[in-house]
Each structure stands twice: as C-alpha cells, then as structure tokens.
C-alpha cells in the first residue's frame, strides 16, 4: 500500500538558518504529493502541493520538487523565522481520496 | 482556500457519557470528509470516511458502534464518541474533500475524558 516516511525530530534551528526536511514516499500510479503545518492545538494546514513529477509547489518562502525518478518531495526553506516553528506533515493522495501522512516533523526555530 | 469549521475546540467529559463532535464545510459542499485521531506527538490515524447520505466507511481496528459518524448533509458531518473512556481522550481532527481537488482541515477538537 501507499506509504510515506519523512525525517524524524525535532529539527532545531536558529532563526535565518536553512531548512529540509526529507520526504520519500511510496505509491503505485501516480500521487498527488502534499506538505501540510500544524501549529500547536490547531488543525492542519496546506502548505504547498505537487500534483506530478517536476512540479515545483511554493508557498510563504517553502518549496517543495515532485521527484519521481527518487520519490521524493523534500521541503526547503532558505531562511527560517520562529513563527515557523510547527510540525510539517508529508503527504501522499493516490488512486483513492484519502490522504496517507507520514509520521510528521516538529521545527523548533529558536532567536 | 475553503474553510472547515470544527467544534467545539476543546470538551471536557465524564466517563460514560456521549460527546459529539461536529465539523462543517463553510463555503462548500463536500461530499466525502474524513475523520482522524491523533495521539499525542504521532501522525494521525484515518478513523473513517463518510460520504453523505450513505454509512462511514470505517478504518480497521475503529470501532463503529463506539464512534458513530453522521453525514446529513454536504456540509456537515458529526463524530458522537459513545460511552467515552479516559482512553479515548485523544486530539480528533476532521477533513473535507472540495470533489476533485484537495482537503481541508477542521481545526481539531481536543477531547478529555476524566
């Protein structure tokens, strides 16, 4: 079945420092990639998406490559701020519509 | 992007009392929403998909007659936590499906059962 596995954290960071967080997933067909925030307390948030292979998805300074050929999505950040601070969900949408998440990566970006 | 309202944000019970939980599609008709849990510093866990006017579909391992899911209309869905224990004190999210494009997110319902 579909599955997706992303870095373990925390991943600490000073404010400004470079961001990855790595993403590979597994899927038959072709998926539909996703990169979700959760702040503390909150539900998610759709950060940015990939719908096929080179699609580059952006939002707020993050992006994100649609790499079939490694099935891969990492997410980036050139410059990180403490409100970045959260936890970022990998996600996969295949042949069904429900969504296959990875176990999730807590940001810690200190001053 | 679309909005998905869910409440309440938090709820405390009593064990052995009923709570529900409802989670709206605000300026669209939604007709698959998922529910999910999740535990504390884990993913979540897809509880069930509910399409309206038809049965949840339910994940293995969930308990239907104990998380009973309604979805009246396209733009509501309720998850009633039956005859709640401490165990189920859990962080409840749900999710609606815009047809053909992505999912939004409720913003959680933190339930504690004492």
């Known amino acids: 079945g579909d599955s997706v596995t992303q870095m373990e954290g925390p991943v600490t960071l000073s404010e400004e420092a470079f961001l990855t967080i790595n993403c590979t997933y597994t899927a038959t067909g072709y998926p539909s990639l996703f990169w979700y925030v959760q702040y503390p307390g909150e539900g998610l948030q759709l950060l940015l998406k990939a719908t096929k292979a080179d699609d580059k998805g952006s939002n707020k300074g993050f992006e994100a490559t649609y790499r079939k050929e490694t099935t891969s999505f990492h997410l980036e950040k050139g410059s990180v701020q403490v409100s970045d601070s959260a936890v970022y969900f990998c996600a996969l949408k295949g042949g069904y519509s429900t969504l296959t998440f990875g176990k999730g990566t807590m940001l810690l970006v200190s001053p | 992007g679309a909005v998905v309202s869910q409440h309440p944000s938090r709820v405390i019970c009593k064990s052995g009392t009923s709570v529900k939980i409802e989670c709206r599609s605000l300026?669209?008709?939604?007709?698959?929403m998922f529910w999910y849990r999740q535990f504390p510093k884990q993913s979540l866990m897809l509880m069930a998909t509910?399409?309206?006017?038809?049965?949840?579909?339910?994940e293995q391992g969930v308990e239907k007659d104990k998380f009973l899911i309604n979805h009246a209309s396209l733009t509501l869905s309720t998850l009633t936590v039956t005859s709640a224990h401490p165990e189920d004190s859990s962080f409840y999210i749900c999710s609606a499906m815009e047809p053909a494009t992505e999912a939004f997110f409720g913003q959680g319902t933190r339930l504690t059962v004492v």
């Open positions: 300026d669209f008709q939604a007709t698959t």
């Open positions: 509910s399409n309206e006017g038809s049965k949840a579909t339910y």
